[in-house]
């Protein structure tokens, strides 16, 4: 299987900063890399495909890049409501599997 | 407007069955792949399973083979998932959550339900 690893498990951030949220894989899944956003209570929704497709609907805020074992999520300007949990999710091969979890909170 | 409604979750004791639903509305039900994520208390993210638009491939996590079923009724544009022998690791709010993009199997998800909680406790 593969073992996807976020890093950091929680990122402390001012309104108006920069995130940089990470995401690395066991082994290559090429660039079928996915990452979502979940809020307290609510179910995930879809942000980036593929790397780097930023979903319908999504803030040109949210960019996601890397390819092979190595991705990252960028928040250029987090707002107040982009306060919360991100997940990585790789399509490349079976089982799919999820990343433990970024936390994003309020410094 | 794409609904996903999931149904039938609760508290079941340990090694009984329990089935959940979830009703599709909104787009054509028998052109997507769908499948079942759960998220235990306070914990990430797990798949489970995946059923293709055409219902001829099923795909399981290891944790759930053997043990749970995935099954969609076109007629009723509504998916299941029949979980037999529960185990106290099995609670979890369960997701149903469909495919991006029809006619294909693309493991990403671009609709989910609202979730539905399944507590296995005796």
């Known amino acids: 299987d593969i073992v996807l690893t976020q890093s950091p498990a929680t990122l402390s951030l001012s309104p108006g900063e920069r995130a940089t949220l990470s995401c690395r894989a066991s082994?290559?899944?090429?660039?079928?890399l996915v990452w979502y956003q979940q809020k307290p209570g609510q179910a995930p929704r879809l942000l980036i495909y593929?790397?780097?497709n930023r979903a319908t609907g999504i803030p040109a805020r949210f960019s996601g890049s890397g390819s092979g074992s190595d991705f990252t999520l960028t928040i250029s300007s987090l707002e107040p409501e982009d306060f919360a949990v991100y997940y990585c999710?790789?399509?490349?091969?079976?089982?799919?599997?999820f990343g433990g979890g970024t936390k994003v909170e309020i410094k | 407007q794409v609904q996903l409604v999931e149904s039938g979750g609760g508290v079941v004791q340990p090694g009984r069955s329990l089935t959940v639903s979830c009703a599709a509305s909104?787009?054509?039900?028998?052109?997507?792949?769908m499948q079942w994520v759960r998220q235990a208390p306070g914990k990430g993210l797990e798949w489970v399973a995946s059923?293709?638009?055409?219902?001829?491939?099923?795909y399981y996590a290891d944790s759930v083979k053997g043990r749970f079923t995935i099954s969609r009724d076109t007629s009723k544009n509504t998916l299941y998932l029949q979980m037999n022998s529960l185990r106290a690791g099995d609670t979890a709010v369960y997701y149903c959550a469909r495919d991006a993009r029809g006619y294909g199997d693309y493991h990403y998800f671009d609709y989910w339900g609202q979730g539905t909680l399944v507590t296995v406790s005796s």
């Open positions: 999710q790789q399509r490349s091969s079976w089982p799919l599997t």
């Open positions: 909104g787009f054509t039900f028998s052109t997507y792949a």
């Open positions: 059923i293709s638009y055409d219902g001829r491939n099923e």
């Open positions: 082994q290559s899944v090429t660039n079928y």
């Open positions: 593929d790397a780097s």
